[in-house]
Structures are given as structure tokens and as C-alpha cells.
Nanobody
Framework: QVQLVESGGGLVQAGGSLRLSCAAS????????WAWFRQAPGKEREFVAS????????YYADSVKGRFTISGDNTRNTVYLEMNSLKTEDTAVYYC?????????????????WGKGTLVTVSS
């Protein structure tokens, strides 16, 4: 049974930092591309960052480029999202997702597995 479990969310002031983790089990970590998405209240789920299975290339939404960093640790079966210089508009539930694909991952569609999310709240 595949499980993706996010952690690390919480309340932080604007300008602060958080590191999200996504621990995966029940699958072969290196066979998947990995992504983070987020969903703010009343908004659609949107792409944040991804790391490809094929060449470990990283992709970021323009809104987080230069502030967020995605990384993966095959030995721990864990994906991370380091978030710096947080803004109030980063407030959302953050979801980890995996796709059995070598493609560039930027869309929620087609993701094979999802975590249940972790809430990030950035206060002004």
C-alpha cells in the first residue's frame, strides 16, 4: 500500500522559513518523479515545484522561484520542500505527489499518488 505523508507545516511569520517533508512508503522511490502542489482556500490546486525522475531536473512555479527548493533523498524515501522568504500569499495546504513518469511534472493531472497535505500559514 502506497503512502505519502507530509509533515513540517505550521504557522510562520512573513519572511520566515519552513521545511516540508514527504515520506513515501510502498513504492520504489527512484522510479517516480516528485512534485509539490498547494491549494489555498477558494482556489484551485496549483503547481509549486517538481523533480524529475529521469535527470533530477528541478522545476518551479514563477511565484516561488528563488525562494523554494525541492530535493529528494533516495536513502530516506523522502522529498523535501525548503521554503524561505515566505509571504502571506504562500498560505495554503501543501501536497506531495508522485508520478511514474520521466516527464516534467507541472500539472496535478496524471499524478499517481497524493499525500493528504500539510497546512502552511504565513502571518503578516
Amino acid at each position: 500500500q502506497v503512502q505519502l505523508v507530509e509533515s513540517g507545516g505550521g504557522l510562520v511569520q512573513a519572511g520566515g522559513s519552513l521545511r516540508l517533508s514527504c515520506a513515501a512508503s510502498g513504492l520504489t522511490f527512484s522510479h517516480f518523479g516528485w512534485a509539490w502542489f498547494r491549494q489555498a482556500p477558494g482556489k484551485e490546486r496549483e503547481f509549486v515545484a517538481s523533480i524529475s525522475r529521469s535527470d533530477l531536473s528541478r522545476y518551479y512555479a514563477d511565484s516561488v522561484k528563488g525562494r523554494f527548493t525541492i530535493s529528494g533523498d533516495n536513502t530516506r524515501n523522502t522529498v523535501y520542500l525548503e521554503m524561505n522568504s515566505l509571504k502571506t500569499e504562500d498560505t495554503a495546504v501543501y501536497y506531495c505527489a508522485a508520478q511514474y513518469s520521466t516527464s516534467r511534472l507541472t500539472s496535478p493531472a496524471g499524478m499517481n499518488y497524493w499525500g493528504k497535505g500539510t497546512l502552511v500559514t504565513v502571518s503578516s
